[in-house]
């Protein structure tokens, strides 16, 4: 049994995250803090060290936050831009910079990043941008990791239960079943892998 | 004959990317401002905006620079992170961000990336999570760029001009001609590819 730091848990994405990882200790954060074990904001450096402080020892990191502005390229604004990069970007890379110091020997980082990034649609483009710079982060950092660290990114297609919100803007698209992605971070937290993007798409 | 504006121009990638550039008219811009005909800082709005207006018509703009903080991943900061951003991500998208609306109808970007969020190496983890941004932002935006504009990033290896430079942290990476990297924005700015990385790679 791993001690597992859950980001996200209490979202679509933190909730199919948590169907794999049932053989383990999972403590959950999220942005709000509500109905979970810490509050953690994952564009905010003190807050991410805070987290890994409090903590103390785990053997795993699996995030699945990253927030992301909609829009078309022709109106999307700088701060648009930036906001999207310091979440879904730059607060998964320093989850991931900061968290070395703190993660056990022989720990795992799992990322989450989005089939946009290789299946574009309309208003995506801050999305997916972000998405193949964690891709590549992951497959590209994975050789450098200290301590025997693995690294992973999840890269799933949208979720059956997130379907009502995302699939009027995703024509053409078949959803996948939460569990189906809990194997995908469960075959990362679980497994010897690092350096992959675990596509989860139908 | 089109006019183009290369950005970088004295460096070794854009003195490549003249040998491509023949048969157009070509307005040199550089960081510095020396020995071109403008000055451009990409990680300026301002600046960017300033440059287009100065200029006034153009067919095509292609970039070269971008510059890149080079550490291994336990000990590059979050500052170091933050200037590779702002400028090989950032900096680029911005480019194309703003110079929608001042560039003529079909015309073209043409951006840079490079070889090592294909080829890891050491040192390089920030160039290439940008260049995997910066080639996925390509492949993705082609579909919504307005007024018939095209878009195509290069994604060259190191060249023979810079190997007395790189060579030493590329080992078995072999280096290709200035001329040939030429031919590569030659073809994103002559041809009709958009949404294209074009790989210059041996």
């Known amino acids: 049994m791993k001690t ?3 980001i996200g848990a209490m979202g679509k994405m933190g909730q199919a995250a948590l169907t794999g ?8 954060a999220s942005r709000s803090g509500k109905d979970v074990d810490y509050k953690v904001d994952i564009t905010d450096e003190g807050s991410i060290r805070n987290l890994y402080e409090q903590v103390g020892h785990f053997d795993a990191v699996v995030n699945t936050v990253g927030q992301c ?3 078309n ?3 999307m604004t ?3 831009w930036m906001s999207t990069v310091m979440s879904k970007m730059m607060g998964q890379i320093n989850l991931v910079r900061i968290g070395q110091d703190f993660i056990a020997e022989s720990g795992s980082f799992t990322l989450i990043s989005g089939i946009l990034n ?8 801050a999305d997916a941008t972000t998405s ?3 891709d590549t982060f992951v497959k590209c950092v994975a050789y450098e990791m200290p301590k025997k660290l693995r690294i992973n990114v999840v890269n799933p297609t949208v979720l059956v239960e997130a379907w009502d919100v995302y699939g009027e803007m995703m024509p053409g698209f078949e959803p996948v079943q939460g569990t189906l992605v809990g194997k995908a971070f469960e075959r990362s937290v679980d497994g010897f892998l690092t350096g992959e993007v675990i596509y989860v798409d139908a």
């Not at 290789?118 to 483009?125: D, G, Q, T």
């Open 4 to 6: 597992v730091i859950l």
């Open 21 to 28: 990882l049932g053989n383990h200790k999972v403590i959950t």
């Open 73 to 75: 390229f022709t109106e």
């Open 69 to 71: 502005e909609y829009a």
């Open 132 to 134: 193949g710079a964690i």
């Open 118 to 125: 290789v299946k574009p649609i309309p208003y995506a483009i």
């Open 78 to 80: 700088e701060a648009q």
